[in-house]
């Protein structure tokens, strides 16, 4: 069993900067990727980026250019943490934030998501 574990989020005006954390607990499994997907209120949960552990990005339309996502490893280069550097957010990007790792057995686990808040 991984444990995902998400902090960072909150309330920020216009404009602003947050940066979002996911660790996964369990450093001996091979993770193939990770992920940030984002919900609202009657939406579908919707990728926001996603970055393999060969450091392959992907990012959603409405974030190119003002997110970055990264990954940390904990040992032997094995990812095991990815960081969500948000910047520009408008009021748009307010949602539940929510990291998904994937591991190299085709198994995903959740974090429990984290409020990111965009208002003046």
């Known amino acids: 069993q991984v444990h995902v574990v998400e902090s960072g989020g909150g309330l920020v005006q216009p404009g602003g900067s947050l940066r979002l954390s996911c660790a996964a607990s369990?450093?001996?499994?091979?993770?193939?990727?990770m992920g940030w997907y984002r919900q609202v209120p009657g939406k579908q949960r919707e990728l926001v980026a996603s970055?393999?552990?060969?450091?392959?990005?992907?990012?959603?339309?409405s974030v190119k250019g003002r997110f970055t996502i990264s990954g940390a490893s904990a040992r032997d280069n094995a990812m095991n943490t990815a960081y969500l550097q948000m910047k520009s957010l408008k009021p748009e990007d307010t949602a539940v934030y929510y990291c998904?790792?994937?591991?190299?057995?085709?198994?995903?686990?959740w974090g429990q998501g984290t409020q990111v808040t965009v208002s003046s």
């Open positions: 970055i393999t552990s060969g450091g392959r990005t992907n990012y959603a339309d």
């Open positions: 369990e450093s001996l499994v091979e993770i193939s990727d």
């Open positions: 998904k790792v994937s591991l190299a057995t085709e198994v995903d686990y």
